[in-house]
């Protein structure tokens, strides 16, 4: 993958899988879908990401009825991230003929009941960004517990230890967790750091910029902020506004977030930034297509991180919209090709969107 250094590989090139069936056919399967159904049941849509995400899976469902690929690809939101209104939701998909039913779960175990229906009834459930444990589904992760990791090794490149203040996510989600845990890891393994003070953000700038606010008045010095997305730029302002000194952000790979890094370089800023592309709803879309139309496709799948490092943060924030999150577009074949690499224990195709 290119654009990643050697501290951010362990994001980046994670490719290892289970139960790989060893008679998987490379190549994109040609059976005919064209009459199925596949939906998209997702779980929140309260910050610029999942907008992203939904505007990558329109996007792609859009095409592929054009196309005449699937009859129909609608994408529905619950509200507060309820594993129960998802459930619900879910079990309304079954009755009303999904073919398959793709996820980003508010829970990696609390929607597990209805997947298993939708998996009895014939459905193929295809779960990515939040993904389900239950054995019948298929699961396109990221290895999220090695982003925490990948920040805290950076952070030990820049900085002989220091105090950090760890900006959460969504409380009770699988991601918030798994990055979470992974920061702890860091920490442990680089000697010298600690987290003075820990907030949730739940990846929204505002959100972020007020409980950041709240907690400052309790803090020492910081000296690194570590994060999970979308919440950089709202710690920023909350530093700023506070008359203290910005500390070193991990960033999320949102436009104000590179923006405002790029505002800084002028004085020597300096950091990186990483996130899930918000396009990984298409690769879930074409997983759950390829199946249907009768690939072989292992249960358990990764995705690369898109790492934005200081060298590239030029080209990054021409290709990231403005308001938005830097993307990725992932066609059909490159999703086969990253199927395919990963049966056959290869490296993954780079990200589409990097030059």
Not at 24 to 38: E, L, Q
Not at 243 to 263: A, D, F, H, Q, S
Request: aromatic share 8%.
């Amino acid at each position: 993958m290119r654009g990643v250094t050697s501290w951010a590989l362990t994001t980046a090139l994670l490719c290892g899988v289970a139960a790989v069936p060893a008679h998987a056919a490379d190549g994109v399967a040609t059976g005919d879908t064209s009459g199925k159904k596949i939906a998209l049941s997702n779980n929140y849509a309260g910050n610029s990401w999942r907008q992203a995400m939904l505007k990558s899976w329109d996007e792609v469902g859009k095409a592929a009825v054009a196309q005449k690929l699937v009859a129909e690809a609608p994408a529905f939101t619950t509200a507060d991230n309820s594993p129960t209104d998802q459930a619900a939701q879910i079990q309304n998909m079954i009755l009303q003929g999904y073919d398959a039913i793709v996820i980003d779960a508010a829970s990696p175990t609390a929607v597990n009941g209805a997947v298993k229906e939708a998996c009895d009834a014939g459905i193929v459930v295809v779960s990515f960004d939040g993904i389900v444990t239950e054995p019948c589904a298929w699961r396109i992760a990221i290895d999220f517990e090695g982003m925490g990791k990948t920040q805290m090794d950076y952070l030990a490149t820049r900085m002989q230890g220091g105090k950090l203040l760890e900006i959460r996510g969504l409380a009770g989600v699988f991601v918030d967790d798994e990055i979470h845990k992974g920061i702890e890891a860091g920490v442990k393994a680089h000697s010298g750091f600690s987290v003075a003070g820990s907030v949730h953000g739940d990846w929204t700038q505002t959100v972020a910029q007020r409980e950041v606010a709240g907690i400052l008045p309790t803090l020492p010095q910081i000296d690194a902020v570590v994060t999970q997305g979308g919440d950089g730029y709202g710690a920023a302002q909350a530093f700023q506004a506070a008359g203290r000194k910005v500390p070193l952000i991990i960033m999320g790979n949102r436009y104000e977030e590179l923006k405002w890094w790029k505002e800084q370089t002028a004085s020597g800023y300096e950091t990186m930034s990483l996130s899930i592309a918000p396009g990984s709803a298409q690769v879930a879309f074409w997983v759950a297509q390829q199946i249907l139309a009768g690939k072989d496709v292992p249960k358990d799948l990764r995705l690369p991180t898109v790492v934005v490092e200081q060298a590239k943060l030029d080209y990054w924030l021409a290709h990231t919209p403005e308001g938005g999150v830097t993307n990725a577009t992932y066609p059909q074949d490159w999703t086969v090709k990253l199927i395919d690499a990963i049966v056959g224990g290869k490296d993954l195709p780079a990200t589409p969107t990097e030059g």
